[in-house]
């Protein structure tokens, strides 16, 4: 893993926690009705965590996991499914973990490693090397970093795939067949299995279960895993991920305005220039304004509402002026410009190029030196 990504920074100093620990719920007064577990101080940022830096080291974490590099997770915890990689199925997006260094063709097949999350994992880190257990490892502790986010109604964009993970945790895929659960990730070997050529597919197979193992006991120190058969994968993948893409019709309905009406053309042309960006744009919008990129599933889920200010301060200097945003307070300032042009130019800089954290107060040059674990 790299040494000081946001998820190793995170499961360096959660190290000693227990599950207790993560399950706290805390709100403080002036935070937007944020639950957290903890605090976050961002060395040399210059910030103070009014729970925008709290959403956003989830955010950030999670990103980190699913970076690729040539199909390979960065931090070796996820990979791109073979469909990802050969562009073929309907899934094309998903990430899967990656093959333990055992599950190679001397490997033999073994069926008590795909008997269900519930009954086994319990067991994980039995006869393993060492880089397999550091894999679980973290698995593990992405595990519990999602249970927490959920717990405090902090939705992830985590594209695992529905039946080997989401529906395999809710035990809701008893009735699909390996070559289905195979289909969904690895059309090909799927295709293999069918006709008979079973063996690479059950070792897929079995690495996967292996796998979520880890990451369903890390889960379950934060919540409790057996009241997930009470729902769906489906149920339990929207529950964890909220929508996979950013509903702008649900942020209409919890938007409020200040120094504009719904009427104004400024906020006219956002709300059609927010329709016409792509998912990946949209995701970028949501985390510029409120430092998370999926939206809750429905209204009642907001804490607060999307706000939606206009810039007075720039006055006539408004065409040279980008908005702004307070991811604390889920607020986008906007100045007044001419035209829909103009706006969509200036909107579309500074989501692909803001920072989403504000400067609260200015930071020491010793601070900076010293650095994280100082």
Not at 326 to 340: A, I, N, Q, R, V
Request: charge should be negative.
């Amino acid at each position: 893993m790299k040494k000081f990504s946001i998820f190793s920074q995170l499961k360096y100093e959660m190290r000693g926690w227990n599950g207790a620990w993560l399950r706290r719920s805390f709100i403080a007064k002036g935070h937007g009705g944020q639950k957290r577990a903890f605090k976050v101080k961002l060395v040399g940022e210059g910030v103070n965590d009014y729970s925008g830096p709290y959403r956003e080291i989830f955010t950030d974490a999670i990103r980190e996991v699913s970076e690729l590099g040539n199909g390979i997770g960065i931090l070796n915890l996820l990979n791109a499914s073979p469909n990802r990689q050969f562009d073929l199925g309907e899934n094309r997006d998903l990430l899967v973990f990656p093959l333990s260094k055992e599950n190679d063709a001397t490997e033999k097949f073994n069926p008590d490693l795909l008997r269900s999350v519930h009954d086994f994992f319990q067991n994980i880190g039995e006869g393993i090397n060492e880089s397999t257990r550091e894999v679980e490892n973290g698995l593990a502790f992405l595990g519990r970093l999602i249970a927490t986010a959920c717990r405090h109604g902090i939705k992830v964009d985590l594209p695992l795939p529905m039946n080997i993970v989401w529906r395999k945790i809710a035990e809701d895929c008893e009735q699909l067949s390996e070559a289905e659960l195979l289909a969904e990730v690895d059309l090909l070997e799927s295709r293999s299995f069918s006709n008979g050529d079973k063996k690479r597919g059950k070792l897929f197979l079995q690495n996967q279960q292996r796998m979520l193992n880890a990451f369903a006991e890390g889960m379950s120190s934060v919540l409790p895993l057996e009241l997930f058969h009470l729902f769906t994968g489906s149920e339990l993948r929207e529950l964890i991920c909220g929508n996979s893409d950013v509903d702008v019709e649900l942020l209409k309905r919890v938007v409020e305005y200040e120094g504009y009406t719904s009427n104004s053309p400024m906020i006219s042309y956002l709300w059609e220039i927010l329709n016409e960006m792509t998912s990946n744009e949209r995701k970028l919008f949501l985390q510029f304004v409120w430092a998370r990129t999926c939206l809750p599933s429905n209204e009642a889920d907001f804490d607060v509402p999307f706000k939606i200010i206009k810039d007075v301060r720039s006055g006539a200097e408004g065409e040279g002026s980008l908005p702004s945003a307070s991811t604390c307070f889920f607020s986008l300032t906007l100045p007044e410009y001419g035209s829909k042009e103009i706006l969509k130019e200036k909107l579309m800089f500074a989501i692909q190029n803001g920072y989403t954290m504000e400067m609260d107060f200015a930071t020491n040059n010793t601070e900076i030196d010293k650095g994280w674990r100082e």
